[in-house]
């Protein structure tokens, strides 16, 4: 395992990291969890992401269980929570500076720690100034209760306020986003994001590599039931795969296979090695939810090497769709 830095902090983040949404609660219990949290760690993943918003909290007391089974030591992992969807009250959800305090601290109590390494603003609330928001997660900061906050899916305006906010109120700017980032979403890591990691150095912590499955490959032929889009909390991700939009995407998915074939490297771990490769990607978090598919995830870092110019020249005229 290799590890990055995350932006341009001093914290070093696995290349590959391990997430829980979807899986943990909704698929893995507290010992099935454990056991993929256990593998996930001794291969090298120092990084572990929630939400206060997955499986409603239970996901990260799943995680906070796993973690005091595993007894490592607090300093040798890193463990994130996101603020935004807590519950169905007013005061439960959004970006105001109450939301986010309660929120860490609910967190923190779920997973059983005494700080949040990262804490990501899940979505931008229009609801709440961005300058509010900043205020907050620098009095987090001051307190010990946080390391370093960041965004996810926010736009790259939204994020150049923050900074611009940070700057000149003396406060704690955002240090990393966490973007969805696959074969077929590329457009916030290689266009709109470009200034942020040209100007203020951010740091990506990208979700859904393998685009909930499809790169996997698993849905060329058939539709697997014993996989996420048969949950019927994401009844949305078997529709997106039903629907025309996504017919172009199956026959990519095909193609890309023949090549994954052609050159000996499976696809799962072609689809992985192609996000490492940008080098804005701080880490790639996986969604495993069984011990083989997390080993042939990680297995990924062994392929790197062989992902040359001319290997990457093949996938891009497969997929077409580089932003421009």
């Keep these: 395992m290799e590890y990055n830095r995350l932006g341009k902090t001093g914290l070093k983040v696995s290349q590959l990291s391990f997430g829980s949404w979807v899986t943990f609660s909704f698929q893995l219990g507290v010992s099935d969890a454990t056991k993929i949290m256990k593998i996930a760690y001794e291969r090298g993943v120092n990084f572990f992401d929630n939400a206060e918003a997955?499986?409603?909290g239970e996901s990260e007391l799943i995680m906070g269980e796993a973690i005091k089974k595993l007894g490592i030591n607090r300093d040798s992992y890193i463990v994130s929570s996101k603020v935004f969807w807590g519950g169905e009250k007013p005061t439960q959800r959004g970006l105001s500076h109450k939301h986010i305090v309660?929120?860490?601290?609910?967190?923190?109590?779920?997973?059983?720690?005494?700080?949040?390494?990262?804490?990501?603003?899940?979505r931008p609330d229009p609801e709440t100034p961005i300058e509010e928001t900043v205020r907050a997660m620098h009095t987090l900061i001051m307190q010990g209760k946080i390391c370093y906050w960041g965004t996810s899916e926010w736009s790259c305006h939204d994020i150049q306020e923050a900074y611009k906010i940070s700057k000149e109120l003396g406060l704690t700017p955002p240090s990393m986003e966490q973007p969805e980032y696959n074969m077929f979403n590329r457009s916030k890591l290689e266009k709109e994001y470009l200034p942020l990691f040209e100007k203020e150095k951010l740091g990506t912590t990208i979700w859904s590599p393998l685009a909930s499955g499809l790169l996997t490959g698993k849905y060329i032929d058939s539709s697997p039931k014993d996989t996420r889009i048969h949950l019927k909390p994401y009844k949305f991700l078997k529709d997106a795969f039903e629907s025309d939009e996504f017919i172009e995407r199956h026959e990519k998915v095909r193609l890309l296979n023949e090549l994954s074939n052609n050159v000996g490297i499976p696809l799962v771990n072609i689809a992985l090695c192609w996000c490492l490769k940008n080098k804005h990607v701080s880490t790639v978090i996986l969604g495993a939810s069984k011990i083989e598919q997390l080993e042939q995830n990680l297995n990924s870092l062994d392929y790197l090497e062989s992902f040359d110019i001319e290997l990457m020249d093949k996938i891009e005229n497969i997929l077409n769709n580089k932003p421009v």
Excluded at 102 to 122: E, G, I, N, S
């Design 102 to 122: 309660d929120a860490c601290h609910a967190a923190m109590k779920r997973l059983q720690v005494d700080y949040l390494d990262l804490y990501f603003c899940h």
């Design 54 to 56: 997955y499986a409603s």
